[in-house]
């Protein structure tokens, strides 16, 4: 069973930057479509980005293009979420996901992460 587990979530200042890793255990990441979502108070959980399992595709919720870059680096089974000109709408919790098939939808994703914060001040 895939454990993943991201990190690099902060307290940041509108206009920021920030890097999100989500390193994964206990079997190869290649076989997955990784994925990053996000959850703000009070709402639902969101697509954020996606990328396909070798790295060939990605999309991005309208939200985020321009701003997001998803990448992943198979042989040391981690996904990246590079985060630019962030936005206090930003603010949310970031959760990495890893389905078989490339998804934006978050019932088709297998494996979870716990998540990480990532608070966005104005």
């Known amino acids: 069973q895939v454990q993943l587990e991201e990190s690099g979530g902060g307290l940041v200042q509108a206009g920021d930057s920030l890097r999100l890793s989500c390193v994964a255990s206990g079997g190869p990441l290649s076989r997955y479509a990784m994925g990053w979502f996000r959850q703000a108070p009070g709402k639902e959980r969101e697509f954020v980005a996606v990328?396909?399992?070798?790295?060939?595709?990605?999309y991005y919720a309208d939200s985020v293009k321009d701003r997001f870059t998803i990448s992943r680096d198979n042989a040391e089974n981690t996904v990246y979420l590079q985060m630019y000109s962030l936005k206090p709408e930003d603010t949310a919790v970031y959760y990495c996901a890893a389905a078989l098939p490339l998804s934006r939808l978050a019932k088709l994703y297998d494996y979870w992460g716990q998540g990480t914060q990532v608070t966005v001040s104005s």
């Open positions: 990328i396909s399992w070798n790295g060939a595709s990605t």
